[in-house]
């Protein structure tokens, strides 16, 4: 059976990455999403589990002392990261994971995983992108103003990836990241390894 697919859906903060990542996750339910750790404090309505596995600061240092993690990354203040047991063992069933996760996790993701899928997510522009991180409504300006250096700087990263999406409409942006997802799936290595058995088997016959 071939491993499942580790897609990474990144690109900056604000961007809409949740966004684009709950929508493809109800078009296809086949695809796993991994729930990642963070130190950050729930927002209003984010579930345990669902959103994300809060963290204090120990139990993180913990999960990282005891290689729990596959990737981490510090941002704008606070740990996010992800558990390695859970991608490995469902890429191991043959089951698609998608992480979604900021621009220096992917990077080490792509060290460790360089077969992954690699996606960024633009804005549609650079006043869209401050727009929605000021319309999330949860942040101080000051957090705001972070956030939008940092994005800027995690643009400059869009070379590392094999995609790039816009983000314009969340369904044509899910529909393109569809069709990624298929046409890796066609990728003719993926078939190799099964060819060579096959074409040894029939010489032996
Ligand atoms: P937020 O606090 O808005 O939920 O997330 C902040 C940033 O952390 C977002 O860009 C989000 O994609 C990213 N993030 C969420 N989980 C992870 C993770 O496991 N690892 C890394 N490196 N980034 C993450």
Redesign the pocket.
């Known amino acids: 059976m071939n491993r499942g697919l580790l897609i990474v859906l990144?690109g900056?903060?604000g961007v809409g990455?949740?966004t684009v990542c709950a929508e493809l996750r109800k078009k296809d339910k086949e695809l796993i999403y991994?729930v990642?750790?963070?130190t950050?404090a729930p927002r209003q309505g984010e579930v345990e589990g669902i959103n994300?596995f809060f963290k204090t600061k120990e139990q993180f240092q913990s999960m990282i002392a005891s290689d729990a993690l596959l990737?981490?990354?510090e941002?704008?203040g606070?740990y996010?990261?992800?558990p390695r047991d859970f991608v490995e063992r469902m890429l191991a069933s043959g089951k698609d994971v998608i992480?979604?996760?900021?621009v220096?996790?992917?990077l080490k993701v792509k060290e460790k995983f360089p077969e992954g899928v690699f996606i960024f997510l633009l804005p549609p522009s650079l006043d869209v992108l401050k727009e929605r991180i000021t319309g999330r409504g949860t942040e101080n300006s000051d957090v705001i103003d972070h956030r939008m250096n940092v994005a800027v700087e995690e643009m400059n990263l869009i070379h590392y990836y094999d995609y790039a999406v816009v983000n314009d409409k969340i369904d044509q942006a899910c529909h393109r990241i569809q069709s990624i997802i298929t046409a890796e799936h066609c990728r003719k290595d993926r078939f190799v390894a099964g060819l060579n058995t096959m074409a040894a088997a029939t010489e032996k016959a």
């Open positions: 990144s900056p903060s990455k949740g991994s990642s750790a963070t950050r994300y990737e981490y990354a941002y704008v606070n996010y990261g992800t992480l979604e996760i900021e220096q996790g992917a």
